[in-house]
């Protein structure tokens, strides 16, 4: 079955940069087509929906993170990646990488709208 595999977390100072990864086995057995993308929660907070992109190559990113964040799907190793830039404490949270075996529905970055999610790490940012 589809399985989603998280590392990369870990602690760093204000200011730094930190990339994520997610290793995806199985997503694309049955078809090509797919929105992959990354979601992150404070404990006693909304997920929030923090990038994701599609089959097609489209890209969609919260407004708290565009232009500091970057996402993106190496094929050949099927592994998704956050490049996240110039960090600060607010973005401090579980980092969760999700898929669906589908285009992205909406022009913002899903928080929940995926089948498949890993198990999350943790980014922590100190000031």
């Known amino acids: 079955q589809v399985r989603l595999v998280e590392s990369g977390g870990g602690s760093v100072e204000s200011g730094g940069s930190l990339t994520l990864s997610c290793a995806i086995s199985?997503?694309?057995?049955?078809?090509?087509?797919?929105?992959m993308g990354w979601a992150r929660q404070v404990p006693g907070k909304e997920r929030e929906g923090v990038a994701s992109?599609?089959?097609?190559?489209?890209?969609r990113y919260a407004d708290s993170v565009k232009g500091r964040f970057t996402i993106s799907f190496d094929n050949a190793k099927n592994t998704l990646y956050l490049q996240m830039n110039n960090l600060s404490p607010e973005d401090t949270a579980k980092y969760s990488c999700?898929?669906?075996?589908?285009?992205?529905?909406?022009?913002?970055?899903?928080?929940?709208?995926?089948?498949?999610w890993g198990q999350g790490t943790q980014v922590t940012v100190s000031s």
């Open positions: 992109l599609d089959s097609d190559g489209s890209t």
């Open positions: 999700a898929a669906d075996q589908a285009k992205c529905y909406y022009d913002y970055p899903p928080a929940y709208d995926y089948t498949y």
């Open positions: 199985k997503l694309t057995d049955s078809s090509s087509t797919y929105c």
